[in-house]
């Protein structure tokens, strides 16, 4: 049985909080609440074809924890857990190649608990992201790519200021075929009236 002392240490835990959005927070990464989630995530047919060549391989425990650890330290990347408003872990983003002299990163974005997709937790969390990216961190351009096919995804990201700077032509093989990879950014300042209006609204 839980101590009263490690119930209370648990208690705190569930409420660290990095980032507060307004529909879900943002929490580091905790690999004891978080790596079975994280794989679970990553391996469902349906959001994995959305994402790199990498995720199209069968993971153990053991390699996604590796993998993990490369993506959650270093100074070139930012990782965080998307959590609903009552600590729910739903998904996560994060910021790789993070290059302090160009000030550019990329991001990536998965809500990996399905049932939460297309309600709005991906923008949220994608707007108050972008503006620790751009108003604490202090970058000036945030790249991303999509498949031509994730409608979704180059919805969100338009939402949030991304505009499409290039295709890289039959770039992916999914579901048999050759996609397109739309290569998207926005950059600090077409997103700070962005950024106005989101906070002002509802
Ligand atoms: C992409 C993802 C992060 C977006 O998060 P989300 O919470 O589902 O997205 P939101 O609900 O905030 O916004 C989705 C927007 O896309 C729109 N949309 C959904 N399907 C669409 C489609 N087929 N065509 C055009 N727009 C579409 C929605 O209407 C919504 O816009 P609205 O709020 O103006 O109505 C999430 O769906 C996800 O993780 N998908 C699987 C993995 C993935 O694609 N990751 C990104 C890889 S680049």
Known sequence: MLSLIQKSEEGLMKKVV????????LRPYDKEKDLRN?????????????????????????????????????PE???????????????CMGLHKIDWIN????????????????????????????????????LRKINSAAFSFNKRSLAYNGKCGYK???????????????????MIAVFKEDFQNIWKRYQKAD
């Open 38 to 74: 994280l794989l679970r995530w990553i391996s469902d047919p349906e959001t994995r074809q959305f994402i790199s060549s990498h995720a199209q391989f069968p993971k153990s425990l053991e390699k996604e924890e590796d993998e993990m650890r490369k993506r959650t330290t270093g």
């Open 103 to 138: 000030r550019t990163a990329e991001s990536g974005a998965s809500i990996g608990e399905k049932k939460y997709q297309n309600k709005g937790y991906g923008t949220d969390a994608k707007m108050f992201f972008l503006n620790y990216a751009f108003n604490t961190l202090n």
């Open 18 to 25: 990095f980032l507060s959005g307004k529909k879900v927070n």
């Open 77 to 91: 990347n930012v990782f965080l857990i998307i959590e609903t408003k009552n600590h729910r872990p739903i998904g």
């Open 164 to 182: 499409i700077e290039g295709v890289f032509k039959r770039q992916f093989f999914r579901n048999g075929k050759y996609h397109d990879a739309i």
